[in-house]
């Protein structure tokens, strides 16, 4: 199993371009999660997927969009990226449900700079 | 939404010594508090509690929360320098599965 894995690893963008940053678990997870991590910030939730089918906003979703594409894939789009932007993007997962099945699994991370 | 808040920020201490790290909030309802620890990419799980005042352990980590004062407490006895980390402690949201992160706790463990 290779767990929750995301792409790309790295990424350097100018101000106002697009992306989308791809995240698939394969644990059999019902939910998934973005999340961004500045310094001094901790971990900051963007978007989750309580489960397929469907999306709901976190603390900081201006700027973002999510797609939960089916039950392993969960991706994050930055339509017009700005240097506010810069930081690290985690996606996680969990199995969800009652305790003790709320453990979020964490991918590797994706660090995007916005020129 | 409530915060989370963890103290200290950070944290040096020589091997050999204890520490604990304080995890606090704000809301009574929720289903569980969760411990990470976070070296140089991803957060790893370390414990989850769901029960007030019931102690979970491994090895030489131990956590507990009190869900009357509010506060969940990350104990290290007889620290190494790979416990060096940023310990994250999160809330689950009530009613829902998504999570409040912390800040985190910021620890230098040095030979």
């Known amino acids: 199993n290779a767990g929750v894995t995301q792409t790309p690893k790295f990424q350097v963008l100018k101000t106002g371009q697009s992306m989308t940053l791809q995240c698939a678990q394969d644990?059999?997870?019902?939910?998934m999660y973005w999340y961004r991590q500045d310094p001094g910030m901790g971990l900051r939730l963007i978007y989750y997927s309580a489960s397929e089918g469907t999306t709901d906003k976190g603390e900081v979703p201006n700027g973002y969009n999510v797609s939960r594409l089916n039950k392993r894939e969960f991706s994050l789009r930055l339509e017009s990226a700005a240097p506010s932007q810069t930081s690290v993007y985690f996606c996680a997962s969990s199995l969800a449900g009652v305790a003790p099945y709320n453990e979020q699994f964490f991918g590797p991370g994706t660090r995007l700079t916005v020129l | 939404e409530d915060k989370v808040v963890q103290s200290p920020l950070s944290l040096v201490v020589h091997e050999g010594d204890t520490v604990t790290l304080n995890c606090s909030y704000e809301?009574?309802?929720?289903?569980?508090l969760l411990w990470y620890k976070q070296e140089k990419k991803a957060p790893t799980f370390l414990f989850m509690l769901?029960?007030?005042?019931i102690e979970k352990k491994s090895g030489r980590l131990s956590s507990i929360l009190d869900k009357k004062e509010l506060f969940s407490i990350l104990n290290i006895t007889a620290t190494q320098t790979g416990d060096s980390a940023i310990y994250l402690c999160a809330r689950s949201g009530s009613g829902t599965y998504k999570y409040i992160f912390g800040t985190g706790t910021r620890l230098k463990v040095l030979a």
């Open positions: 769901t029960s007030s005042g």
């Open positions: 644990m059999n997870h019902n939910s």
């Open positions: 809301v009574t309802n929720f289903r569980s």
